[in-house]
């Protein structure tokens, strides 16, 4: 499917897709999704404590989204039930919320995506619970980092391809391995749009290689294990966990390509 919005400036072909550059009215809106994605997310960090049900969280995310005006997107899409995404530990992705508590050494995976006048910001963070391990501190931080990586060296004229690369170099020298079943992605009208946005160089990324101009919004989300990258979905047919239940991280931006870098545009 090839979506093509009226204030396009310029269009990009991979394949037979396009990467949409946005305009700065289209920005606009996104960087207004932003905000309440970002609003979101520090009041999960205020919220996520021990004893409290990930169910309670997704309720306050929503009640805080609506407030702003905002709709929390992910609820109906493709059939998944709740506002927000909750992925503890093993899980990686796509958890989702119900009466489950959290415990001490958690951490806790919070995914919210919102819709403001038609336009889509997705940005998700991994919180510790209280004490976590030193094992638990360092995955976190080095998957903050591989995002940040990307946030401070990304520039129109960069190609996809170096992007995965940053990632995937980044994580694999600090001893982890980079999933390889899901990946970030364009943004904008759609939650998905094109182009897909893997954490690892494969041959079929190099062949749809492309360079990202100024004006492409993206969701850059590194997702990592500190065991195998191979996952699972579990009976619920939504949550990912790894395949051997090791730990894993996921943070995620939203951000729009400048000529002298980037904006991030699910910051406070
Ligand atoms: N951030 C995730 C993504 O980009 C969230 C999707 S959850 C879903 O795909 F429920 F909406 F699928
Ligand atoms: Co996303």
Redesign the pocket.
């Known amino acids: 499917m090839i979506y093509v919005g009226s204030w396009i400036r310029c269009l990009r072909e991979i394949n037979d897709r396009m990467i949409e550059c946005k305009s700065a009215r289209q920005i606009e809106r996104m960087r207004e999704a932003g905000k309440i994605v970002a609003g979101a997310l520090l009041l999960a960090k205020k919220l996520a404590k021990i004893g409290v049900t990930t169910e309670f969280l997704d309720g306050e995310l929503d009640k805080y989204v609506r407030q702003h005006n905002g709709r929390a997107?992910?609820k109906g899409?493709?059939g998944?039930p709740k506002s927000i995404?909750t992925s503890i530990n093993e899980e990686v992705?796509?958890g989702i919320p119900g009466p489950r508590r959290l415990n001490e050494g958690d951490i806790l995976s919070i995914?919210v995506?919102v819709e403001y006048k038609r336009y889509v910001a997705?940005a998700?963070v991994t919180i510790p619970i209280a004490r976590i391990s030193p094992e638990a501190e360092r995955i976190l931080t080095v998957c903050e980092e591989a995002l940040n990586r990307v946030i401070r060296n990304i520039r129109s004229g960069t190609k996809l391809s170096e992007v995965a690369g940053w990632i995937q170099q980044y994580v694999e020298s600090n001893g982890y391995s980079v999933i390889r079943d899901?990946t970030?992605?364009g943004i904008g009208r759609d939650?998905?749009e094109d182009p897909q946005v893997p954490n690892y160089v494969s041959e079929s990324l190099l062949a749809r290689d492309v360079t990202l101009l100024a004006g492409t919004t993206l969701?850059i989300?590194p997702m990592i294990c500190e065991g195998s990258a191979d996952t699972e979905v579990l009976d619920n047919k939504?949550t990912v966990v790894t395949k051997d239940r090791k730990l894993s991280a996921h943070f995620?931006h939203t951000i729009v390509i400048t000529d002298e870098g980037c904006e991030v545009l699910t910051r406070e």
């Open positions: 997107i992910f899409y493709m998944y995404c992705v796509h995914d995506g997705d998700a899901y970030g992605h939650m998905h969701a989300e939504w995620e």
